[in-house]
């Protein structure tokens, strides 16, 4: 296995210039704050930005958990990498992971100051230290799915290799769990006020009768009890459920996991 190393400080915008690494090398899998990463999934491991605490994320950064670290392994295993690409601050963080992960020695080390130029890198830094933002080398859909931090919003960029072909990744935009400045609550009762007024703008809807909130470690589920006075049930459930994950994803920054919307009831007009 050909073991690629990408490395710099945090901060300085190595995740962003991950897939542009990836993909000029012909490489498939990224190893990422304690995720593997194939193409545009996550196929294995913990991400180091669901941590609550600095300390737990440089943890499952480094594979220090047995279990995460088989988890990982296995996977690893089961697929004959051939080329990986594995992203750490350090050649020596680089080094520990590929030593428990049994990838082998490192093949080629990329320095982020060798594909970032110093305006690039201090713009990276400000980001991180005004915003608390990273980015993930992964689309909106796969973060939804994984990470409990705060979803901000995608960016997409084209990439050329040396054969002059042109690929379009996306990368999402997140505030992560440790990144936070002290606790981040929104009460239920704001949520379903959202939900309300809203739903109160469509005149197909007669009664929204009850809204309830399922919380999960990755995001919330949004269910709503609706009777409603059109034939077009499907057309407008889908129009109610845009509106409203929209709205919410806007207002709270929260990860939406789903919006369901339970029509209850139909009314004649």
Partial sequence: MKVYALFGPSGTGKSYRALKVAYENDIDYII????????NKIIAGTSAKNASTKMKAVKLAIFEDINHRNSVREVIEK???DKILVIGTSKKMINIISQRLNLGNIYKEIS????????????AKKSRLEKGIHIVPLPTFEVKRHFSGLLTNPIKLLFKNKYSEIKEVEKTLIRPTFSYMGKYFISEKAIKQIVRYEISKFDSVCELVCV?????????????EIEIKTFEILRKCME?????????EKMTLLN?????IHVIGFVKK
């Fill in 212 to 224: 309830y909130i399922k919380h999960s470690k990755s995001g919330i589920e949004v269910n709503i």
């Fill in 32 to 39: 990422d704050d304690g995720i593997l990463i194939y193409k």
């Fill in 79 to 81: 697929n004959k990498i």
């Fill in 112 to 123: 982020i100051y060798d594909i970032a130029t110093k305006e690039e890198i201090e713009e």
């Fill in 240 to 248: 109610i459920q845009e509106k409203v994950l929209n709205i919410l």
């Fill in 256 to 260: 939406i996991i789903r919006i369901n």
